[in-house]
């Protein structure tokens, strides 16, 4: 996020219109060089920032709430200055639109979370913490591609 912030800021100074996207987990949203970031994008009302978080509540060592707990998560961020969208980000056409439609205020840049499931579609895996840093093995691989299609 910091270096995120910095090129969108850049990009503003030298009169591109680019946009910058920075993509996030939720365990990445613990760190307070990153809510700083947070904080200095709107106060320098960088519209041209979307951050992208990957909210599926599992971080390496437990879930969200047991390591750290962020809620209210969309609130904290409007309360820093962004403006937040919520998605189920495993609907690609909700997604699509998100990105399309930015930035959504002019002078603020824009939150999306999107709200996924470790592991999702595969049974083994859905919601299961090891998988957050564990790897499958052979038989397993060919467990989860047959249930994905």
């Not at 390496?60 to 998560?73: H, I, K, Q």
């Not at 200055?81 to 919520?86: K, N, P, Y």
């Not at 083994?124 to 840093?133: N, P, S, T």
Request: hydrophobic share 45%.
């Amino acid at each position: 996020m910091p270096i995120a912030v910095g090129m969108a800021l850049a990009a503003k100074a030298d009169g591109r219109a680019w946009r910058v996207f920075c993509i996030l987990s939720d365990g990445e949203c613990d760190e307070g060089s990153n809510w700083e970031a947070i904080l200095f994008a709107p106060h320098h009302k960088l519209d041209n920032l979307i951050a992208i978080v990957d909210y599926n509540k599992i971080q390496s060592f437990g879930s969200v709430p047991e390591v750290l707990a962020l809620e209210p998560f969309a609130e904290k961020w409007r309360a820093f200055g962004w403006h937040v969208m919520e998605i189920d980000g495993h609907d690609l056409e909700a997604t699509e639109r998100a990105l399309s439609s930015v930035p959504q205020e002019t002078g603020k840049p824009t939150a999306i979370i999107a709200h996924t499931v470790k592991g999702k579609g595969v049974s083994f895996m859905e919601h299961k913490l090891e998988w957050h840093y564990k790897s499958p093995s052979a038989e397993q691989l060919n467990s989860a591609l047959a249930e994905i299609g």
